[in-house]
């Protein structure tokens, strides 16, 4: 069943993938165990759109399939059996109110087993200071698709040095971020695909990338 | 120098410079095509809210920023956000439908429409305009749309959206003074001709066209749920974009019959789509938009949003010399090799490079580029976005111009 599931994720059925993953559930099968195969799963998709195969389409679906069964499957798993690997404050820059991108990067984040905290779009310096204030996250993330939002995440960057939030890695994402925008910003990495910038929180944390 | 001669022996230069560019032929230098963004409202110290609601500011600082910044083409233009929408609804009248492409800050307040956002509104008077879009179609209202796209829009659709359509008493009122709004608008709009040519920019009368899924994306579904509609429901999105085609091509043509030989279509949901899926549900009824017009001797400006590597060869569908193509972060050297000999390739400078580049590196990146696209002509420089952030230095922008015409000759 694992294996249907799996199949049906990567692709692309999404009426399958639910079926099979509620089959799983009602048949009594371990809500761990399936967390683990859809997060195998998203791996597998976020490969292939870095090998080109894949597209945006099957991002945004992927990430739609994975909450649909994560909905499922949360619920059945107790707080401290989710294990999570590092804890994300995300936000789309001020001025900025694109937010699919986000969303598709915290999808395939949480899928590689991090925690997100999603402050949304349009936010403000202060606005980020204070939810790393709040959440002590292990990375700050920040979506920018906007030539207007690049300064706005400049000042973020200085921000959270001026608050001495010097803590958390500061990683830049979105389609208007490249290596220019990431020195110029002074965060820490930059990524315009979600695979990828997955990858490159784990190497900012220091956890081995494995296959 | 550009100061000996006249604004109209200038205005003559640079049209022919564009012209032979679109026309895949070599000019006298690779043209350079105009663009503005939040730095034109900065420069000229006004504020984003005057710059979508005071005409006059606005036309001042249009007039400063094209006047400091020669570009080939006039590059500054005044406060506005898509509305194409308005532009479905009112394909069925001619002489109409091209007025309301855009929702300017004044018609925003007319409208009450909950697309858009607007300095000194609902957002800050420095912010710059946001177009947030949103959802105001179920699924199961394809049927409506694909049985008669103009009346479920006019009808069902723009009533959601604004608050001032709500009623059929309130939407006479706003009607009546959108209509008032409009002709403000159309004397900015002649003010501005007078600026453009005053400073010798050519004419380049330019309508506009929509790719008929964005239609849906933008301002129907929502940009991410129809991507996961061409999923769930792919019969019905693409009757839909059948059936919305006539109403875009109605429109677009209704810009032609004012004398408009150009339309810049902007595209949202290339970069999305897979080529499977953008060859089944977008290109073909987007080709057919372009054809139309073509026909009727209007050519195409096609922005190529995003990423369009992986949808190039489609290109080649059209007639030589159909218009031209500008991309955004597409490999222009690469699009250039593809499409050499067929059509007119636009854009190559990374917006962040001017944003935060020097002009050093600007007028060193210039020189590489160029060499690798000036050959055979059929080329025109721009930034990849049209829109440079407030804090842009000017003098990068210099730089760029300066560098096209050091390295741009032929
Ligand atoms: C869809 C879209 C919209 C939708 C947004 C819907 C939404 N809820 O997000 C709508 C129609 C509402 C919209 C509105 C506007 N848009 Co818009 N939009 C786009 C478009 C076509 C695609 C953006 C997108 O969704 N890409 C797909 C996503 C999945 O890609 P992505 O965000 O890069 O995300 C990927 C990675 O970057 C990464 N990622 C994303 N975030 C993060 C964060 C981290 C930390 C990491 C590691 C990774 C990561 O993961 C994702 C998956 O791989 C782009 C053009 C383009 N192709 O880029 C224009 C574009 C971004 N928009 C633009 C503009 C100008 C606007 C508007 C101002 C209105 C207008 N004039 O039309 C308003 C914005 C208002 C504002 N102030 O923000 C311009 C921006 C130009 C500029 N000045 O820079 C663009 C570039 C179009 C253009 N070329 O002119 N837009």
Redesign the interface.
């Known amino acids: 069943m694992t294996e249907k599931i799996f199949n049906s994720i990567v692709g692309m059925e999404e009426e399958n993938a639910l079926k099979f993953a509620k089959e799983y559930l009602n048949d009594g099968g371990d809500p761990q165990k399936l967390l683990d195969v859809c997060r195998e799963a998203m791996d597998e998709v976020g490969e292939k759109f870095e090998k080109g195969e894949y597209f945006l389409s099957e991002l945004l679906l992927s990430g739609e399939i994975f909450k649909g069964i994560m909905d499922l499957t949360l619920p059945l798993l107790k707080e401290s059996e989710v294990e999570t690997i590092g804890k994300i404050v995300l936000g789309t820059v001020q001025d900025d109110i694109h937010d699919i991108g986000k969303n598709i990067f915290k999808a395939f984040a949480e899928a590689a087993g991090f925690e997100v905290i999603d402050i949304g779009v349009d936010v403000p310096e202060e606005k980020f200071v204070e939810a790393v204030k709040e959440h002590n996250p292990d990375i700050v993330g920040m979506s920018c698709l906007i030539t207007a939002g690049i300064n706005p995440m400049k000042r973020t960057v200085e921000a959270l040095k001026e608050a001495g939030l010097t803590g958390a890695k500061i990683i830049i994402g979105g389609g208007r971020v490249d290596e220019e925008i990431k020195e110029f910003s002074g965060a820490d990495a930059w990524a315009d695909d979600a695979a990828r910038g997955v990858r490159l929180c784990k190497e900012l944390l220091g956890l081995g990338v494995e296959g | 120098m550009a100061i000996a001669v006249s604004a109209e022996q200038l205005a003559k230069e640079r049209l022919t410079r564009v012209e032979a560019a679109i026309n895949l032929e070599e000019p006298d230098r690779v043209p350079i095509w105009g663009f503005g963004?939040?730095i034109v409202a900065k420069y000229a110290g006004i504020t984003e809210h005057d710059m979508n609601y005071d005409s006059e500011k606005a036309l001042m600082a249009i007039e400063k920023f094209a006047r400091d910044f020669p570009f080939d083409t006039l590059g500054a233009g005044p406060g506005g956000l898509d509305g194409r929408v308005f532009c479905v609804a009112f394909a069925e009248h001619d002489d109409l439908s091209p007025l309301v492409t855009f929702i300017t800050g004044p018609l925003h307040d007319i409208y009450g429409d909950k697309y858009t956002r607007f300095p000194g509104r609902e957002?800050s008077e420095n912010?710059?305009a946001?177009f947030?879009g949103g959802t105001f179609m179920e699924p199961d209202e394809y049927d409506q749309l694909i049985e008669d796209p103009v009346g479920f829009v006019a009808e069902t659709i723009l009533p959601r959206v604004c608050k001032n359509l709500e009623t059929p008493r309130d939407a006479m009122a706003t009607w009546v003074r959108v209509g008032m709004q409009l002709q403000k608008s159309a004397m900015q709009g002649a003010k501005l001709g007078e600026i453009s040519a005053k400073l010798g920019y050519p004419m380049l009368p330019m309508g506009w066209a929509y790719a008929p899924l964005d239609i849906i994306g933008d301002f129907l579904r929502g940009?991410?749920k129809v991507?996961?509609d061409?999923?769930?429901y792919p019969d019905k999105v693409k009757k839909a974009t059948e059936a919305l085609k006539k109403p875009i091509i109605d429109y677009a043509l209704a810009y032609a019959r004012m004398g408009n030989k150009y339309a810049f279509i902007p595209l949202h949901l290339n970069?999305?789509?897979?080529?499977k899926?953008y060859k089944e549900f977008y290109w073909p009824t987007l080709k057919e938009v372009i054809l139309a017009l073509y026909e009727e001797g209007v050519k195409s400006i096609v922005f190529f949003e995003?990423h369009h590597e992986?949808h190039l060869e489609t290109i080649l569908d059209l007639p030589r010399g159909w218009g031209i193509a500008y991309f955004e972060?597409t490999d222009v050297v690469k699009a250039k090799e593809v499409l050499k000999d067929h059509t007119c390739v636009m854009g190559g400078v990374?917006?962040?490079?001017i944003?935060?580049?020097t002009p050093e590196k600007i007028d060193e990146f210039v020189k590489d580029l160029l060499e690798k696209v000036k050959p055979g002509g059929g080329f025109i420089l721009t930034a990849g976005?049209g829109?440079?952030?407030?804090?842009t230095p000017p003098e990068n922008i210099t730089a760029l111009i300066e560098a096209v015409e050091k390295y741009g000759k032929y």
């Open positions: 963004g939040e957002i912010a710059t946001q947030r940009v991410d991507v996961l061409i999923h769930r970069e999305y789509l897979s080529p899926l995003g992986q972060k990374p917006i962040s490079l944003a935060s580049g976005v829109a440079v952030p407030a804090e």
